[in-house]
């Protein structure tokens, strides 16, 4: 009789046991980083590279309006220290001048406004390591970037007497190779800023050859896990 009540007893207690884990909610799996992490910003390169653009014709001096953009970046991390970054930036200007205009023969110039509206757009990937623990307030981080550029300008004049409009293309190699630090402000979210060495293979010179548009850019702005 006693070996069945501790039969009983034990019984009782697996089952309940068994009955209780059931019932209770599973527990959140703990993730100890981010996945995915976005990035928006400004960005300033300094003073914007000079280049002759060649139109069909013609060519016009100018920069590639390097020196203001906007930047946009997604990573994903794999593990604390490492992840794999893709970024968007984009780069404009717009110069407002006038030309003189002949449509017949003798030349009678006439001034016309025209505008003259250079963009610069690099597409960049590549790790990003992070130096620090994330735990931290402030960490530091490095990544090497590369990618393309794409650059285009286009010219416009319009008057009484010519209406015109014309868009000069070109894609080249860009990187961007550098780091910077994030100091975190919230539980997901972090200012961030960085410098990079950032050349760029767009841009012709004076006798149409293909330059290197070199500088330093520095990114500012806003990183939300």
Not at 87 to 115: K, M
Request: hydrophobic share 40%.
């Amino acid at each position: 009789m006693q070996r069945f009540h501790i039969l009983f007893i034990l019984t009782m207690l697996l089952t309940s046991s068994r009955s209780l884990a059931q019932t209770q909610p599973a527990q959140p799996h703990t993730v100890l980083f981010p996945r995915f992490e976005f990035f928006g910003g400004y960005l300033d390169t300094g003073e914007a590279p000079y280049s002759d653009f060649k139109f069909t014709g013609f060519s016009l001096p100018g920069d590639f309006g390097t020196h203001h953009g906007v930047v946009l970046a997604v990573l994903r991390n794999f593990n604390q220290r490492l992840g794999i970054k893709g970024e968007f930036s984009t780069h404009f200007q717009g110069e407002t001048f006038r030309v003189l205009v002949c449509t017949q023969t003798p030349c009678v110039p006439v001034a016309q406004t025209s505008n003259l509206n250079p963009r610069l757009y690099s597409f960049l990937g590549g790790p990003e390591v992070r130096l620090g623990n994330r735990s931290w307030r402030i960490a530091p981080f490095t990544h090497a970037l590369a990618g393309v550029a794409h650059a285009s300008a286009t010219f416009k004049t319009s008057g009484g007497v010519l209406n015109f409009s014309q868009t000069t293309t070109e894609t080249g190699l860009a990187m961007a190779l550098g780091g910077g630090v994030d100091v975190r402000v919230a539980r997901r979210f972090s200012l961030r800023t960085a410098v990079d060495f950032n050349p760029k293979w767009v841009g012709r010179d004076d006798a149409g050859a293909r330059q290197v548009q070199k500088g330093l850019r520095l990114v500012v702005g806003a990183l939300f896990h």
